[in-house]
Structures are given as structure tokens and as C-alpha cells.
């Protein structure tokens, strides 16, 4: 293999704007990858580090899996392109056909995008149009969980219950709302008798993103109450939650009825394509049909033929894989990987289920460690050898789901290591 050319370090002008950091002194060597395979990620410092959060969790077979890309490159020499603006091609509709046979509940339909913030706009914009075609045009409101988080499109940005810099940017949240999920549904209860005649949907993630908190049973039976009580559409953000990073194929399988709207993204296509989903059930799209209404909505690399030969060749896989055992087992490493950090100082709760789970970190006086302080604890353990996600007061991990026993005994030492430094540079004082 031809090793990469090196990159002049020379300048602290980078001409890529990475995201999400100040560009003065971004440490370059340590933080560009070169190349990935398996559940590692090489960087230009040569150091090769485990990844624990499967690229942004979506890589869940791993990196470089080569089925999936074997497909891919098949079908970019027999259609390298074709879109789905009022057309469509064979690919788009074989992907569309697998995509509904996953969920133990009925879906209709598919509307293809290309990440899951544009498919979170795309359900907020399908529900108020529904209601419109409805004769309900006052149903515009949208609603969202506190600390979820849906994206950074201008619709997605102002739906995320995170704290995302929405006010710097003058995203319009007029018509959205934010309820907690852990108070026993009584948010959801007096916005319901507040403007439940308002309200299009309820857009919730299964276990949030931001921070891996799990929304218990309990209150998606109370939004499913509410929903049969008020109309509002019931939406299941799976962004994250898809594809066995929980459960099964989603975690609203276990839902006692389906929602209207399952949006799915990220491990679709095990992170190789800029891929989303909405899956649509019928209430919807009969609206739609008996109305001959068209959805004004769509995107140039959505649904293209790459793309959903990525969407087949990775359900094959999984299901090769028998990817129900995967996650069983990898979220059992998980449990015993937790146990063993608990006793570290500065380690405090847990959260999550199956593959995606937090660990929060605390300081000497018991308080939650702030952001600047999770970021340099992330920092450390990327500089032992591992890469995992910050989350608010916590680190999060969202392994692969091919992690074996050695790359948990990795992942201990790195987390181990990185705490112990942060210990150290007095950031748990």
C-alpha cells in the first residue's frame, strides 16, 4: 500500500475549517486520520487509535468493510449517477422495498435524503403539510425532548433540545416546544391541555444522541395516548438508534403501536454515504394520495444508485452477521467495561442501553464536570491510544458492533490512561 503523502504542518493555517473547534493551534498530526480499517483509525502522528464511537456512531460493521464496498463500486460503474427528481431508479426502489421490510410495524413509504438533520426538516415539513391537506392549517407547532439533539439544518437546529448556538443564529423556533422526558410526563400532559389542537408532532429519539439518556417506556405510552386523543403525528428520530445500535433494526419495534414516521440515517449505509431515510406510514401517505398532493421536498445526492446499493448491501451484511447477536454481545462488554471503570475517582453514573451509553464524570466536590473539562478528558484518551464522543457532563462510547474482547481490554487502558492524565493536569480538582 502507497503510504500517504504528508501534510505540511508547517503553518497553523489549515485550509479545511474543521468543525466544532477554534482553528487557532488545531493539533494536526493528532487529529487527521489518514486512513481507517476494522474498529482503528490511523493519524498523520502515526499512532493508530481504537475507535469507540464508530466514526459518529454509524460505521457499525466497522471501517472498510468490503461487501458493502464492493456493492458500492459495482453500482458507480453501472449508474454512476441518476437523481429522483420526479423520476426514479431501480436501486432507490429495491432499497426503499428492504428498508420497509425491517420494522416489526407497518410503513408505506420512503422519502430518501442525505443526512439526518435534512430528514428531520423534511418530517417537520411532511406533518404540517399533512395537517394543512387536513383542513387544519393552525397545526404548525413541532415538538421536541430537552437535551435532544436532531441536526444543524436551519429546521433541525431549532428542533434540537441541546443548547447549539440556536439564538446566534436566529433559527426560528416559534413554533417549536421542548418537554422533558424523565418527569413522568407531566410537560407532555400540560402542553397537551395548553395547545394539543396546535400541535402537528412530537418528534422523539428513542435514547438521545446528546448524552445517551434513554426515554423511558412509560412516557412513549403517554405520547401514544396523547397522539390518539390530539392527531398529532408521532415521529421516532432513529438517526442514531437504528440499524442494531440498541436493539434490533429500531428501538420503536418495541413501541406498543407504531409511530407515523420513522427518520433513519447514519449506520444505513455504515457511515459510506451521505444517506437518510424517512419511512412513512400509511395514515400519511393516504393524505397524501387522496389528495394528489405533491411533498415539496428533495435533494441532488439523495436516493442516487451508490447510495442504496450501500443501503442493501449493508442490511445484507447485518443480517449475514447476525447482527442481533453482535449488539448482544458487544453491549455485554460494555456492562463489564463499565463495572471495572466505576470505581475510577471522577467516574459517577452510567446511562444508555445496548450499544450506546454514557459515562458521566464528576469532580472532587461531586459536581458535574463541565464541557471544557469533558473535552479535555476526551483529549486524553484520544492522546492513550482511543476515540470516544463528549457528551454533556459525560463521555460517551458507541463501539462496533464487531468489537472483540481485546479491543475492550484496549479501550480500558486508553480510558484509564486519559483519566489518570486528566487527573493530573488538575481537571477533576
Not at 132 to 153: A, F, M, N
Not at 247 to 264: G, L, Q, R
Not at 300 to 316: K, V, Y
Amino acid at each position: 500500500m502507497t503510504a500517504a503523502p504528508a501534510l505540511d504542518t508547517s503553518s497553523t493555517r489549515l485550509p479545511l475549517w474543521v468543525p466544532f473547534v477554534t482553528q487557532h493551534n488545531f493539533p494536526v498530526d493528532s487529529y487527521t486520520a489518514v486512513r481507517a480499517h476494522g474498529v482503528h483509525v490511523d493519524f498523520e502522528d502515526g499512532q493508530r487509535r481504537l475507535c469507540a464511537k464508530s466514526g459518529l456512531w454509524n460505521t457499525n460493521l466497522g471501517y472498510g468493510n468490503p461487501r458493502i464496498a464492493g456493492a458500492i463500486a459495482r453500482e458507480l460503474e453501472a449508474a454512476s449517477y441518476l437523481p429522483l427528481f420526479r423520476t426514479a431508479n431501480r436501486k432507490a426502489i429495491e432499497a426503499a422495498n428492504a428498508l420497509l421490510s425491517l420494522p416489526a410495524h407497518s410503513f408505506e413509504r420512503v422519502v430518501f435524503s442525505t443526512s439526518g438533520g435534512a430528514a428531520n426538516d423534511a418530517g417537520m415539513k411532511l406533518a404540517r403539510q399533512y395537517f394543512l391537506l387536513d383542513g387544519q392549517p393552525e397545526r404548525k407547532i413541532i415538538v421536541g425532548l430537552v437535551g435532544s439533539y436532531h441536526g444543524l439544518t436551519y429546521g433541525s437546529q431549532a428542533l434540537s433540545g441541546d443548547h447549539l448556538a440556536q439564538t446566534i443564529y436566529g433559527v426560528d423556533r416559534r413554533n417549536i416546544r421542548h418537554i422533558r422526558f424523565d418527569d413522568g410526563g407531566a410537560e407532555l400532559a400540560l402542553l397537551m391541555r395548553r395547545e394539543g389542537h396546535r400541535v402537528a408532532a412530537v418528534i422523539v429519539e428513542p435514547v438521545l444522541g446528546s448524552g445517551a439518556d434513554v426515554v423511558p417506556a412509560s412516557f412513549v405510552r403517554s405520547l401514544l395516548t396523547f397522539r390518539e386523543e390530539h392527531g398529532f403525528l408521532a415521529i421516532a428520530d432513529e438517526v442514531a438508534t437504528g440499524f442494531g445500535r440498541v436493539n434490533s433494526w429500531f428501538v420503536s419495534d418495541e413501541w406498543p403501536t407504531a409511530p407515523d414516521i420513522i427518520v433513519t440515517s447514519k449506520a444505513m449505509t455504515n457511515g459510506t454515504s451521505a444517506c437518510a431515510a424517512l419511512l412513512i406510514g400509511q395514515r400519511v401517505t393516504r393524505k397524501f394520495d387522496s389528495t394528489e398532493s405533491v411533498f415539496v421536498h428533495g435533494e441532488t445526492q439523495a436516493g442516487t444508485p451508490a447510495t442504496c446499493a450501500a443501503i442493501l448491501s449493508t442490511i445484507e451484511e447485518m443480517k449475514r452477521l447476525d447482527h442481533g447477536g453482535l449488539t448482544a454481545v458487544v453491549s455485554a462488554g460494555l456492562d463489564r467495561l463499565i463495572v471495572r471503570l466505576m470505581g475510577i475517582p471522577g467516574v459517577s453514573t452510567t446511562t444508555g442501553r445496548g450499544c450506546m451509553r454514557g459515562i458521566k464524570l464528576e469532580t472532587a466536590q461531586g459536581e458535574p464536570l463541565s464541557a471544557d473539562g469533558v473535552l479535555a478528558v476526551v483529549r486524553h484518551i484520544h492522546q492513550a491510544g482511543a476515540i470516544v464522543q463528549p457528551g454533556p457532563g459525560r463521555i460517551q462510547l458507541l463501539p462496533a458492533l464487531v468489537f472483540t474482547e481485546e479491543n475492550f481490554e484496549e479501550l480500558h487502558a486508553a480510558i484509564t490512561a486519559g483519566l489518570s492524565a486528566a487527573h493530573r493536569d488538575g481537571i477533576f480538582a
